[in-house]
């Protein structure tokens, strides 16, 4: 079993609400990251996220890398969960080192949002 936990903020490059509130966004993600394997790093995401009829989908593209320069690229997906806070699947797309033993692969994540930042939990078995 890996877990990841990731740490960090949103800002919301564009944003255009409707007269019936729905919102589309374009986001870049960007915190620090570590796993229970004693690896961190950092990790920048960037994506489009909509809110419809207070239902939250999005579809988020993330590169990482860890202290030894390792990366891994990871696409993030969920559809209409509630907003601040849901749960999705992470695929990782593309790695190198120790991270390939992820490709193709498809883990659980959970996220909450807090202000402008966010807790990300991430379990693959």
């Excluded at 891994?72 to 080192?97: C, H, M, P, Q």
Aim: proline letters at 0%; hydrophobic letters at 30%; aromatic letters at 18%.
């Amino acid at each position: 079993e890996y877990k990841l936990e990731w740490f960090g903020e949103f800002k919301y490059s564009k944003a255009i609400e409707y007269q019936d509130k729905s919102i589309y966004k374009i986001i870049h993600g960007y915190g620090f990251w570590e796993d229970n394997e004693g690896n961190f790093g950092d990790m920048s995401c960037i994506g489009w996220v909509k809110n419809i009829q207070d239902k939250e989908s999005l579809e988020v593209n993330c590169e990482a890398s860890d202290k030894m320069k390792n990366r891994f690229w990871i696409l993030l997906n969920r559809s209409s969960s509630e907003i601040g806070a849901g749960v999705g699947k992470a695929t990782y797309l593309d790695a190198t080192g120790k991270y390939k033993k992820f490709l193709h692969k498809n883990c659980i994540y959970a996220i909450n949002y807090f202000q402008k930042g966010f807790f990300y939990k991430q379990n693959c078995k």
